[in-house]
């Protein structure tokens, strides 16, 4: 057996693991949601308040799913995972570490327009 064939099957292993821990989290995120959702309405009932949180949960997880769930999985998957090969691990920390704070910077100023343009509508 080859070293690059050992190589190329360590990849494979490696985005095959990637893509079932994003699978676990999505999974888990509608378990949670569901939950949500049954405590929500047992707590809750209809009413006005309940349907503003429902409209903003909406737009939250409508973000979630374009962002997360579709395109970014599959371009990230197998370039995460052979970046993580050992002999790339330092410049995996700086990529992964640069995209959860454009992630973060991202959401936080969409929540901060979000919440100023809610200030600013209600008087």
């Given at each position: ?10 990849a ?6 990637a893509a ?5 989290g999505s999974?888990g ?5 569901l939950?949500?959702?049954q405590?929500t ?8 308040e309940?349907?503003a ?6 737009v939250?997880t ?15 998957v197998p ?13 995996f ?6 995209l ?7 959401l936080?100023t969409?929540?901060?327009f979000a919440?100023?343009s ?6």
């Open positions: 057996m080859s070293t690059e064939h050992a190589t190329e099957r360590v494979h292993r490696g985005i095959a693991a079932f821990l994003i699978m676990a999974l995120s509608r378990v949670l949601g939950v949500r959702e405590l309405s047992g707590l809750f009932g209809a009413g006005n309940i349907a949180f429902t409209v903003a949960d909406n939250n409508l973000l979630f799913d374009l962002m997360v769930s579709g395109m970014l999985e599959a371009a990230l370039v995460l995972a052979l970046w993580s090969l050992p002999h790339m691990r330092e410049e920390r700086r990529i992964s570490g640069t959860l704070m454009m992630v973060t910077i991202s936080s969409l929540a901060i919440s100023s809610r200030q600013l509508s209600c008087g």
